[in-house]
């Protein structure tokens, strides 16, 4: 069955940065594209960036120009580099595919 396992997250002060990475399983990753969402407390699950099988990306308009996601095919995993952090990044993170979804990485933006 499709796994995906999230790590990266932490607390970070503003202006810092992440990577998160997700690793995927069980599926064929190469022919799948991937979202990555946050929800932070009391608001909906939203959609933060997508990255197609072919590699073209996508963004929210609260991280263009902040945030980057990748895929190393090799590695099955999709990474998003958070820069440029502000508290309002503070959120779990999730990736998703196949309607699947990973537990969740908390990423805290604060000093």
């Known amino acids: 069955q499709v796994q995906l396992v999230e790590s990266g997250g932490g607390l970070v002060q503003p202006g810092g940065s992440l990577r998160l990475s997700c690793v995927a399983s069980?599926?064929?990753?190469?022919?799948?594209?991937m979202g990555w969402y946050r929800q932070a407390p009391g608001k909906q699950r939203d959609l933060v960036a997508s990255i197609t099988s072919g590699g073209t990306t996508s963004y929210a308009n609260s991280v263009k120009g902040r945030f980057t996601i990748s895929r190393d095919n090799a590695k099955n995993t999709v990474y998003l580099q958070m820069n440029s952090l502000k508290p309002d990044d503070t959120a779990v993170y999730y990736c998703?595919?196949?309607?699947?979804w990973g537990q969740g990485t908390q990423v805290t933006v604060s000093s």
């Open positions: 998703n595919v196949l309607g699947v």
């Open positions: 069980g599926y064929n990753f190469r022919a799948y594209g």
